[in-house]
């Protein structure tokens, strides 16, 4: 069964910087465009990120409220994706889900992943 395992999120101050991680399980990342989506308490879940497959140039792409502050990379070898967060503001705070799927990094934006993991808590304090 495909797993996709989110790790790194915590309580941060205002400013503050944290790294996610997506560990990936009966899966090779290197087939997938690899995401990251957020839902905040009330809201629904969004779009993040996302980083295509090496047949696309590794191409990425951001929802405009963390262009210039988030920064999504992967690692094929260990089967692991990334989201480098800095700067990172109280509208941030959300749980972090990681996806796959079989689509580009721009289409990831507006369609849902082929697989889900089951979400990291981010908490940034004013």
């Known amino acids: 069964q495909v797993q996709l395992v989110e790790s790194g999120g915590g309580l941060v101050q205002a400013g503050g910087s944290l790294r996610l991680s997506c560990a990936a399980s009966?899966?090779?990342?290197?087939?997938?465009?690899m995401g990251w989506f957020r839902q905040a308490p009330g809201k629904e879940r969004e779009f993040v990120a996302a980083i295509s497959t090496s047949t696309s140039g590794f191409s990425t792409y951001y929802t405009d409220s963390v262009k210039g502050r988030f920064t999504i990379s992967r690692n094929n070898v260990e089967n692991t994706v990334y989201l480098q967060m800095n700067s990172l503001k109280p509208e941030d705070t959300a749980v972090y889900y990681c996806g796959a799927g079989r689509t580009t990094a721009q289409a990831m934006s507006v369609t849902d992943p082929d697989y889900w993991g089951r979400g990291t808590q981010v908490t940034v304090s004013s």
């Open positions: 009966k899966l090779s990342i290197r087939s997938y465009t």
